[in-house]
């Protein structure tokens, strides 16, 4: 079966083409008019959701902030008419991981929503042999990435698809520089032509969980290179 999409869009004229494409392409579909009915049916078997940020009911970014505060996980790209660049970031900040602009083309929407698919399916599979033998067997931090899921102290920590897609990158090589252009190759795909910002706002959203939730870890930037996953000090 394939990977499962909600869309949520009241504009007929803009969902039943995406929606008959998307199941031409062999992702089972299904379509939701209204926030409320998208916070109701997003769960563990959407894998990405699809969000206009005209609702009739709410505006798409609530939807947005409140899937992510009741810890849907999936991919979440927005669609919306707004293109300025503020209105690109807040949409990211509040838990997007991609944005695209009316009026799309559907040949680069379903790029988009295939690169993200892919990466959410294939980080498991990146990350080097070695990185498990080579991880601190004292830190609280552990990142799993066969089941997808990042816990401390025995909590799971709820992050978005790119937060751990990013999360994993580094943990792989804990104590090394990743650069920039890395992060964006591998968390974003090779052929991501949009802001470099979307990564500087979703590492932002990533540090500020994991210190909400105690892990012993911290994110440092090396400004104009990359990041780096080091051990927070016992103080901290």
């Not at 695209?100 to 083309?105: G, S, Y």
């Not at 559907?106 to 990350?127: D, P, Q, S, Y």
Request: aromatic share 4%; with cysteine; proline share 3%.
């Amino acid at each position: 079966m394939g990977r499962h999409i909600l869309v949520v869009e009241d504009d007929d004229g803009i969902a039943v083409p995406l929606m008959r494409t998307l199941d031409r392409e062999g992702y089972v579909v299904e379509r939701v008019a209204e926030g409320a009915a998208a916070l109701e049916r997003a769960g563990d078997d959407v894998d990405l959701v699809v969000l206009d940020l005209g609702l009739p009911d709410m505006d798409g970014l609530d939807v947005c902030r409140r899937l992510r505060e009741q810890d849907f996980a999936g991919g979440i790209v927005i669609l919306t008419a707004r293109d300025g660049e503020l209105d690109r970031v807040v949409g990211l900040d509040v838990g997007a991981d991609d944005y695209i602009a009316k009026p799309f083309a559907l040949a680069e929407l379903l790029a988009r929503l295939r690169a993200l698919l892919r990466r959410a399916g294939a980080v498991a599979k990146e990350k080097p042999a070695d990185a498990v033998c080579a991880a601190p067997q004292a830190s609280a931090l552990l990142v799993d990435v066969e089941s997808r899921r990042a816990t401390t102290a025995g909590r799971e920590v709820p992050l978005s698809t790119k937060e751990f897609d990013l999360l994993a990158q580094l943990d792989a090589r804990r104590g090394v520089v990743v650069t920039r252009e890395r992060l964006m190759d591998e968390v974003w795909d090779e052929n991501w032509f949009g802001s470099t910002k979307t990564l500087d706002v979703t590492i932002a959203r990533l540090r500020q969980k994991l210190e909400e939730s105690g892990a012993d870890v911290r994110i440092t930037t090396l400004r104009g290179v990359g990041f780096r996953l080091d051990e927070a000090a016992p103080d901290a």
